[in-house]
Nanobody
């Protein structure tokens, strides 16, 4: 069984910073892609930032210049450094990793989500 778990959410004032962490665990042959999404109640889940399977880095336009995604392959972990936070960044943030538990098999694994709340 493969799973990912996020940590690091919380309440912060506008202009503040937070760092989210996500670690995968279980039977992992390889991690093909990893990233962060967010969802506000009543809205669709949206991409925040992602490392693709071809090692490209993608950011949503709304977070460019403020958020930075990074990873530690040895720890099967991905991070999201968020700065200059705005009230509109308030959402539940989800980690997603595309993981191969063995060669040729691919799983999209989602975390349980962590709440980021930004007050004005």
């Amino acid at each position: 069984q493969v799973q990912v778990a996020e940590s690091g959410g919380g309440l912060v004032q506008a202009g503040g910073s937070l760092r989210l962490s996500c670690a995968a665990s279980g039977s992992i042959f390889s991690i093909n892609a990893m990233g962060w999404y967010r969802q506000d109640p009543g809205k669709e889940r949206e991409l925040v930032a992602r490392f693709t399977s071809t090692d490209k880095t993608i950011y949503a336009d709304s977070v460019k210049g403020r958020f930075t995604i990074s990873r530690d392959n040895a720890k099967s972990s991905v991070y999201l450094e968020m700065s200059n936070l705005k009230p509109e960044d308030t959402a539940v943030y989800y980690c997603n990793q595309n993981i191969s538990p063995r060669r040729g098999r691919y799983l999209e694994v989602w975390g349980q989500g962590t709440l980021v709340a930004v007050s004005s």
